[in-house]
């Protein structure tokens, strides 16, 4: 089974500074989809950014980033000139690629929770 | 599209009761996901389906829970009898299997609450 390990439980920054948050990953599949998911108070899942295996070109989306290190199993987010709104649970996952047949479930780490101070 | 819709979104009931928990995911998605979110133990998976189909329900914590799918557009996870110890959100997803968005569309929760 894949497991996917968030180290950092709570992380803070200034707002309009950089925050990387970390996330590794185990498995022994070569083709899947690792992604972050971002949940405020409002409970909301939120897709932030998602990155296939088979693509090297680390994947961006406006001030989010990811540092995706196959080899290494590392997938880590970055998040630049951070906004208040940034403040939020951040989950870490993984879901294998959809050929392989009847065994595609997604699998979370356990949270980053990000505060951003003003 | 609406998205992932859940039902309730606020339960609250006595030990012993049983829950029916609910959710339509999107048109079109062959994967349909329940996931149970509690500060302890973080999001887990409980079950998923793909085409209406149970494949793996290795997550469900005992025999008290049950989900079925009797067709493409509806969902249950029902916990009969409940326990204070299942109170937790029940996140309901689901996840396309082609055309290159590959991932899980969230509802907004069950926020569940045994007394």
């Known amino acids: 089974a894949q497991t996917v390990t968030q180290s950092q439980p709570e992380m803070s920054v200034q707002e309009a500074e950089t925050v990387t948050l970390s996330c590794t990953y185990d498995?022994?599949?070569?083709?899947?989809?690792l992604f972050w998911y971002k949940q405020p108070p409002s409970r909301q899942m939120i897709l932030v950014i998602r990155?296939?295996?088979?693509?090297?070109q680390n994947a961006t989306e406006n001030r989010f980033s990811v540092n995706f290190q196959k080899a290494a199993k590392s997938f880590s987010l970055k998040i630049s000139d951070s906004q208040l709104g940034d403040t939020a649970m951040y989950f870490c996952?993984?879901?294998?690629?959809?050929?392989?047949?009847?065994?595609?479930?997604?699998?979370f780490g356990a949270g980053t929770r990000l505060t951003v101070k003003p | 599209d609406a998205g992932v819709i859940q039902s309730p979104r606020h339960e609250v009931t006595e030990m012993g009761q049983e829950v029916t928990l609910r959710c339509k995911p999107i048109?079109?998605?062959?994967?349909l996901f329940w996931y149970r979110q509690t500060m302890m133990r973080g999001l887990e998976l409980l079950i998923y389906?793909?085409?209406?189909?149970?494949?793996?329900d290795s997550g469900m914590p005992e025999d008290r829970f049950s989900a079925k799918m009797p067709n493409a557009s509806f969902s249950t996870l029902k916990i009969q009898p409940s326990e204070p110890r299942d109170s937790a959100v029940y996140f309901c997803?689901?996840?396309?299997?082609?055309?290159?968005?590959?991932?899980?569309?969230f509802g907004q929760g069950t926020r569940l609450t045994v007394v």
């Open positions: 048109s079109g998605h062959d994967y």
């Open positions: 997803a689901s996840s396309p299997a082609t055309g290159g968005r590959t991932e899980a569309f």
């Open positions: 389906f793909n085409n209406n189909v149970p494949i793996d």
């Open positions: 498995t022994s599949e070569s083709n899947y989809y």
């Open positions: 996952a993984f879901m294998k690629h959809v050929s392989t047949i009847n065994n595609n479930d997604m699998r």
């Open positions: 990155q296939e295996a088979y693509k090297q």
